[in-house]
């Protein structure tokens, strides 16, 4: 992995930005993809002030997104450093390709996201910044897409944390049980056929989506949180997942509440996973 040394003149450059103090964007060679992408790391005030090490959270994007959304389009500005602030640790926000659900694709070298996401970027970030380097202070989450990624990339890798959320994530890859218009749907299929040739998508359900992965969060130490606006497009999904979870006996915290596939709902569900994470992190 190539080397990153953070200057004077890119960190300035960094917060004029995000218009805010504490959060940084930063390149992250990607050697098993051979390119650059981005990521963009909020410290806490108290990061500053001495020589403390820090848990962290992985806040991962949606679909058609990027890795600054959760700094520029949530509703209330600043949310991201408020929430590092009031909790005491460092949040990463992560780029990668739209529409790759941080797969690690059999057909496509330039679609490795898992490989990137569990062993390049973690190794990274935790070799650049005072993180606590160990599962017992590493969780992950995300909206739509980046649900789908966090649950995933945590099943497959129950050593590196110890709880995964999701907010409104697709839960299920087939579209069948999407409320979308037939075009997006028939986009998507042919993304996923593209990414991973044909699967199956009945049950027994494909390891590449993540009602595929419940016999491993059944034996995962996971504390699990999935939440789900009710007149959301991937409601059902979020359903289907919550009753196999119910089925195996998988502890996991589950809610539904008002709201859609919208950037207001995920401004508010970002602080109730916060409360959720803040039980089970674990500090120096």
Known sequence: MKKFQLTLGFFLISLVAFGQFGTDSLPVYSEVMQKTLKAAITYPNSYQEGNSRYPVLYLLHGGSGAFDDWHRKVTEKGLVQRMANEYDLIIVT??????????????????????????????????????????????????????????????????????????????????????????????????QLAMLGKIQYDAPFSKYTAVGLVPELQKAELALIIDCGVDDFLIETNRQMHKLLLDKKVDHEYIERPGAHTWPYWTEALPVHMVFFDKYLKRN
Request: hydrophobic share 40%; proline share 6%; net charge positive.
């Open 94 to 191: 992560p780029g990668v390709g739209p529409s790759s659900y941080y797969f690690d694709s059999p057909l496509l070298d330039s679609v490795q996201y898992a490989t990137y996401m569990i062993k390049e970027l973690i190794p990274f970030i935790d070799s650049k910044f005072r993180t606590i380097a160990k599962k017992e202070s590493r969780a992950i989450t995300g909206l739509s897409m980046g649900g789908h990624g966090a649950i995933t990339l945590a099943a497959k890798n129950p050593d590196l944390f110890i709880a995964a959320g999701s907010m409104s994530g697709v839960m299920n890859i087939d579209t069948r049980l999407w409320k979308v218009p037939e075009n997006f749907r028939k986009s998507r299929q042919g993304q």
